[in-house]
């Protein structure tokens, strides 16, 4: 047993898949969820990622020694602030946010000191939403990135990471600096690119699309509450990871506009070479 | 029995499926695959792909009453017109290339005038290749585009039509231009955007790598030598959709520079709808 009493704010696809890895594996004696619709909780109490709903933040944090936000981006900083009021004295608090830079810098600042913040994010998920998609193995054979500052505790940061490994996760520690320049180019770049491919679709070519078209935009299927934030939150890495690509695709289209077949071929080459090195 | 003889002229992925759909429905009595490797013609016998392997195009397309040609564009239409020099009067050709402007135009103007050209094109595959990915079913459920012009002789058009309906594909009848700027959106466009996505990623960062990522580069790791020929081919539809596709990411860059989350929210919005509408 890891944690007595786990708590999670924010019962969603990630949320849920904690919450039924959590109890799937014995790492916790109670799971306690945080949402503000009873219905949600009591769906994902059903499907046993939580063994209690609380609707009142307060109630919710007051007996955790673990409590993850797994809300929009947004919403964490001010979450965590709000719940620490509540929090035992050792508490530690972590995320699941896709940024980090704005998020650990804002609790950093103005956490209490007798409580732990470490920034965290399990590279999973998908285009789906709410617990009904949670899975218990979801973080399993994934990388979860813990991010450590100046401020951050090593028993908290240690803790953290064997919860994460629990899970069947790989932990990775970075500053949220390179967290966020990273995942700019791995996850933040692909989901504008994804959504400016769909968007340039009309209606009238939809037959024509197959498995290419799916993948590589399957992922503008995710949720813009969830997206607008994380792509506020990394302005300047998206900005360069934006004119990055803009180089190369205008190296493709030079080459293409030429008819320089051997500079297509190169271009095309790097990128299968890339891929290739990724796996399936 | 639809077909007497079946020719498959480059038996690959494409190629290799096509004989395999066509002799697991009982639809031709014969099929001969034409290829420079002997090896892989033993492989694609050995698959069930095709009855017999030739080497010789003359040979290979004598006794042919349809001969597909599944080769990279650029070798399609010079194929077409030295096998064409041994066929039977009222043989059809067809193809599976991936543009159809320039293979179509290339071989109206010089086809004998007792033979018949239809082009093709099934929108299935795969970032494989070779015949041992060969899959019977590739083309259930797949739309394959056929091209009608003044020069389509209705009968062959109707023959290969009816072809691709019995392996389980539908059939829509375009112009090649119409062709070509609907496959510039929808299958080169993304090529070129996941190769370039995926040209990007320092080695570093592969571990920060998810399904994500994943998703939108899987067709970077398509085969240089069929993918360079295919954007050549496609030159001014492609340089279009590369001119839309950088204003769509004008408008985010300009959006996510400004922290203009109503507009972020709304280009979000309008791929969530349209991929939304693709499914799964």
Redesign the interface.
């Given at each position: 047993m890891l944690v007595q009493t786990l708590t999670i704010v924010g019962v969603g696809l990630i949320g849920g898949s904690v919450g039924l890895a959590a109890k799937s594996r014995g790492l916790v004696r109670r799971v306690i969820g945080f949402g503000r619709d009873p219905a949600n909780l009591a769906k994902a109490r059903a499907l046993g990622a939580i063994d209690e709903g609380v609707l009142t933040l307060a109630d919710a944090v007051r007996d955790a020694d673990l409590t993850i936000f797994c809300t929009p981006v947004d919403r964490i900083a001010e979450q965590v602030l709000a719940a620490s009021a509540f929090c035992k004295v050792g508490a530690i608090l972590t995320d699941a946010g896709s940024t980090k830079q704005v998020i650990v810098r804002d609790i950093e600042t103005r956490l209490r000191a007798d409580v732990h913040f470490v920034g965290g994010h399990p590279?999973?998920?998908?285009e789906k939403k709410g617990a009904e998609h949670a899975q218990k193995d979801l973080f399993v054979n994934?990388?979860t990135?813990l991010t450590r500052t100046a401020a951050t505790a090593d028993a908290a940061l240690d803790t953290v990471a064997a919860f994460w490994r629990a899970l069947g996760s790989r932990v990775?520690i970075l500053s949220p600096e390179r967290h966020d320049a990273?995942?700019a180019?791995?996850?933040h770049?692909?989901?504008?690119?994804?959504?400016?491919?769909?968007?340039?679709?009309?209606?009238e070519?939809?037959?024509?699309?197959?498995?290419?078209?799916?993948?590589?935009?399957?992922?503008?299927?995710?949720?813009?509450?969830v997206?607008?934030?994380i792509?506020?939150h990394n302005?300047p890495a998206?900005?360069t990871?934006?004119a990055?690509?803009?180089d190369?695709?205008t190296a493709?289209?030079q080459a293409?506009?030429k008819?320089d077949?051997v500079q297509?071929?190169q271009?095309?080459?790097?990128?299968?070479k890339?891929?290739?090195?990724?796996g399936?």
């Amino acid at each position: 047993m890891l944690v007595q009493t786990l708590t999670i704010v924010g019962v969603g696809l990630i949320g849920g898949s904690v919450g039924l890895a959590a109890k799937s594996r014995g790492l916790v004696r109670r799971v306690i969820g945080f949402g503000r619709d009873p219905a949600n909780l009591a769906k994902a109490r059903a499907l046993g990622a939580i063994d209690e709903g609380v609707l009142t933040l307060a109630d919710a944090v007051r007996d955790a020694d673990l409590t993850i936000f797994c809300t929009p981006v947004d919403r964490i900083a001010e979450q965590v602030l709000a719940a620490s009021a509540f929090c035992k004295v050792g508490a530690i608090l972590t995320d699941a946010g896709s940024t980090k830079q704005v998020i650990v810098r804002d609790i950093e600042t103005r956490l209490r000191a007798d409580v732990h913040f470490v920034g965290g994010h399990p590279l999973a998920g998908s285009e789906k939403k709410g617990a009904e998609h949670a899975q218990k193995d979801l973080f399993v054979n994934r990388v979860t990135v813990l991010t450590r500052t100046a401020a951050t505790a090593d028993a908290a940061l240690d803790t953290v990471a064997a919860f994460w490994r629990a899970l069947g996760s790989r932990v990775e520690i970075l500053s949220p600096e390179r967290h966020d320049a990273a995942l700019a180019l791995t996850s933040h770049l692909p989901h504008v690119v994804a959504s400016a491919l769909a968007g340039l679709l009309p209606a009238e070519w939809r037959d024509f699309t197959a498995t290419g078209f799916r993948d590589t935009t399957r992922i503008a299927g995710g949720d813009a509450e969830v997206w607008t934030p994380i792509l506020q939150h990394n302005r300047p890495a998206l900005l360069t990871a934006l004119a990055q690509l803009d180089d190369r695709l205008t190296a493709f289209r030079q080459a293409i506009a030429k008819g320089d077949s051997v500079q297509i071929d190169q271009l095309l080459t790097q990128g299968k070479k890339v891929r290739d090195a990724l796996g399936s």
